[in-house]
């Protein structure tokens, strides 16, 4: 037996490695930190969860039983001390606290509300005697014993954890009711929560409960995005203290998005800034999201900047808060966080409009600032609008090493074997990170990225910084004009100035193919949207006067292809392709046999593979391959989607270097895969899968994979959400998906490289159902892809490049996402 055996024995434990001193790192099952979610029954915690709220619950328990905060019975404050003095918070202060969360409940006109996590019964009390019944759960014996005896009408109070809705006790309290809560409230408890993979199981489950039209509150949230701001102005740092130490779930808007978009019903979701009079941690810190389910349609209201609002913001705001018309005000500093002239508190905001319908809110985008909206169901946002790369903070991670290495520690002794001083423990990559981690995965990611342009950028230091790459928005720049000139050109040469057509008449005069209509529809209203052409009310365009194509557009190409990485040979495509409009338009020439002009179809899709982006993102996808390599069994299981010419794959296995892999080579056409085992060998593995198909109908298995990886294909899919929610049935819990895509419409592109994605006679149009239906794009935006991921059950976890960087210019990004 070796030393390894009996801990790899142990359920929690996945590996054990021995470090180059002797000691040894133990990492997690994913199995042990997952949630598994099946809708109308209990979610299934991994036995890591399980202990983790056990722990929150013998906490509590206690903490209540001490009865060390009770005031009255409706404001027992057991348990509230503020972080940075550790004294109880003033008593008037977590009155209104109290006060206003039951406002904001009674003011979508709740009758039966089911509140999971009560605790003292601070709402309870509030909230009763305004409505026809209540439920309350929480997981303190102590607690539930005394406010179920209070004998208070209507009112049920059961001990069930937040994870158990669907269970019997919970069942049979809301069965009482006569029908389906019209509200579900967490106000206070999702800080005990250890994932987000637990809260999305909680809140999928409340949403499906909750009757038409009704809500689910998340009250009292701790603000991820402000969890560093919040340690900086501690006068007492805790011992050991600091973000990544926190043992609380934290997290942003753009989690709750995600997790809201993943649901089975229509939710929409607005997020309330703390306008508590006093200057405290609940006060700057926290704020109180509303998911409204299946709700009416949102008034459409004017959106105002505050700075737009003249000398007197405030009063400006109050003037238009009485005028009642729907608006929303955004862009407010927020005066607790931000030292700015206009900068305004919550609480300043709130008296300011007080007798009118105004709301305040926090800005979902920047926790610093805050928004005035008018009615409050103007405030009202769809995930869509939210979508982006959460950061959350789970105490999971933490709280997992810590109980793996006194695991370890116990099954060595009982083993009689010796306990290595140098004994640590680590979660796999995804699930369970902190603030700090999160960061950290993003800047090494960025940097192997940046590591790998070294070669591109002559003179650079390693890593390349953005001072080097600073020449790459230009090049983006000369790459649109060129391509809009020649559009402009072509419409211009059927349709002289002066004359107009509609679109079926240039079309006709184009002499374009039937499949490649689509391509000349999306032209047009490319140069409607640049504005070089107009379109009058019945649809008929005629040009606008612009500067002719000059002679430098050829010269143009080149110097744009080579500040950006391309090869020669693309230059050359790009500038036939341009010439050759109109012959690929009548299909009289394919786009094919101008890219592969020597048939050689391998050597000639790799002229694309090494330009700036594709060796900034497949460097970074390689070091994330690595990391997920070193944090899970032996072998990581990869599977990668439509690999095609094998670039990524080939950086992948870089990334991976020595690490134990079994990876599956897959794509739609069985050349690529015969080319793949001819250069990788039986490193790989390989098979035919096809995105827009159930893939474990095609024979990929179900539950099987660690990371999927979809490079540049995704584009391709006829409807993407659905493509995603296949390629989540391949993953295994705590699994991740790495796709890298373009996030904006390349005009060159377009003009060119479009022709290859003309779907066959038959076919539907890529993008038909999903986020692109109907508008003839191939790429997604920024917002709807992160939206995609999200809505199949995907958390996006990492984006980049970041937004302030020259390589967010070529648009190519890289997102990773975990399975909820």
């Known amino acids: ?352 409009t007080e007798g009118t319908r105004a709301v305040v809110l926090l800005d979902p985008d920047d926790p610093m600032r805050l928004q005035v909206a008018v009615p409050a169901a103007a405030a009202a946002t769809p995930p869509d609008a939210l979508a982006g790369v959460g950061r959350p903070h789970e105490p999971l991670g933490a709280f997992a090493r810590k109980r793996l290495t006194e695991v370890a520690r116990r099954e060595l002794r009982r083993a009689g074997l010796t306990v290595p001083e140098d004994l640590t423990a680590q979660v796999p990559s995804g699930p369970g990170r902190d603030v700090v981690s999160l960061a950290r995965d993003a800047a090494d990611a960025d940097r192997a990225g940046r590591v790998a342009l070294t070669r591109l950028v002559p003179g650079a230091r390693e890593p390349v910084s953005d001072d080097a790459l600073a020449h790459l928005p230009a090049a983006i720049r000369r790459f649109d004009e060129i391509a809009l000139r020649a559009l402009t050109g072509l419409v211009g040469g059927v349709m002289p100035s002066g004359t107009s057509g509609t679109t079926e008449q240039i079309i006709a005069a184009l002499g374009v193919a039937p499949r490649h209509e689509w391509i000349v529809r999306r032209w047009l209203e490319v140069l409607r949207t640049e504005g070089l052409l107009r379109r009058d009310p019945d649809g ?58 020597d048939g050689d179809l391998l050597t000639s899709l790799s002229k694309d593979q090494n330009n700036v982006s594709n060796r900034y993102l497949n460097a970074a996808v390689g070091h994330v391959l690595g990391r997920a390599a070193a944090t899970r069994a032996t072998p990581l299981r990869v599977v990668e989607l439509g690999a095609g010419a094998g670039g990524s794959t080939a950086a992948a296995l870089d990334g991976l270097g020595d690490a134990e892999v079994d990876y599956l080579f897959t794509d739609v056409s069985r050349f690529f895969t015969m080319t793949a085992e001819d250069r990788f060998g039986d490193r790989l593995r390989y098979a035919l899968l096809d995105i827009n198909a159930d893939l474990v109908a095609q024979g990929a298995a179900r539950g099987g994979a660690d990371v999927v990886v979809a490079a540049n294909v995704l584009h391709c899919a006829r409807h993407a959400g659905r493509s995603l929610r296949w390629i989540r049935e391949l993953l295994a819990p705590g699994g991740l998906v790495v796709v890298t895509e373009a996030i904006r419409e390349h005009y060159l592109v377009l003009a060119t490289m479009q022709f290859l994605l003309s779907p066959r006679e038959g076919e539907p149009d890529l993008g038909a159902g999903d986020r692109r239906g109907g508008t003839g794009r191939v790429f997604f935006t920024g917002r709807e892809l992160p939206a995609e991921l999200a809505e199949a059950g995907l958390r996006p976890i990492l984006e980049l490049p970041g937004s302030g960087s020259p390589l967010a210019a070529p648009a190519q990004h890289l997102f990773v996402a975990a399975k909820l």
């Open 1 to 352: 037996m070796t030393s390894y055996e009996p801990l790899l024995a142990h359920p929690w434990i996945a590996r054990v490695d021995r470090t180059g001193t002797g000691g040894l790192i133990v990492t997690a099952d994913p199995a042990a930190l997952a949630v598994h979610h099946e809708p109308g029954h209990p979610p299934v915690l991994g036995d890591l969860v399980a202990e983790h709220l056990e722990h929150w619950g013998e906490v509590y328990d206690w903490t209540y039983r001490s009865g060390e905060g009770t005031h009255r019975p409706d404001l027992d404050l057991s348990g509230w001390r503020a972080t940075d003095t550790g004294e109880p918070l003033p008593a008037d202060h977590m009155a209104e606290w109290a006060d206003r969360t039951a406002e904001l409940v009674l003011r979508h006109q709740p009758s039966r509300v089911l509140e999971l996590g009560c605790g003292t019964g601070m709402l309870l009390h509030r909230l009763h005697p305004h409505l026809k019944g209540y439920v309350g759960t929480d997981i303190a014996e102590h607690v539930v014993t005394r406010l179920d005896g209070l004998g208070l009408p209507g009112v049920t109070v059961v001990r069930a954890a937040a994870h158990e809705i669907n269970g019997t006790a919970v069942r049979t309290a809301l069965a009482r009711l006569g029908e389906r809560p019209d509200c579900v409230l967490l106000n206070s408890v999702t800080q005990c929560f250890p994932s987000v993979d637990y809260l999305a199981g909680v809140l999928r489950d409340a949403i499906d409960l909750v009757a038409p039209g009704g809500t689910v509150i998340v009250g009292d949230v701790r603000h991820s995005g402000l969890l560093e701001e919040h340690y900086r102005t501690l006068e007492h740092m805790p011992a050991g203290g600091g973000p990544g130490a926190d043992t609380e779930l934290l997290f942003d808007p753009a989690t709750l998005a995600a997790v809201a978009a993943g649901a089975n019903r229509h939710v929409t979701l607005s997020f309330f800034a703390k306008t508590l009079t006093a200057d405290t941690e609940l006060t700057r810190y926290r704020f109180d999201a509303v998911l409204h389910v299946d709700p009416p349609a949102a008034p459409a209201a004017a959106v105002r900047a505050w700075d737009s609002l003249g000398p007197d913001p405030l009063a400006a705001l109050a003037g238009l808060a009485r005028q009642g018309d729907p608006v929303k005000v955004v862009g407010i500093p927020n005066g607790l966080l931000k030292l700015a002239e206009t900068a305004q508190s919550a609480a300043d905001l709130r008296a300011a």
């Open 540 to 597: 008929r365009f005629e040009t606008v006067a612009t500067e002719p194509a000059g002679e430098d557009d050829g010269a143009g190409l080149d110097s744009a292809c080579a500040a950006l990485g391309y090869l020669e040979q693309m230059a050359i495509f790009f500038r036939t392709a341009l010439a050759r409009l109109p012959e690929l338009l009548r299909d009289e020439i394919m786009a094919q046999a101008l890219l592969f002009p």
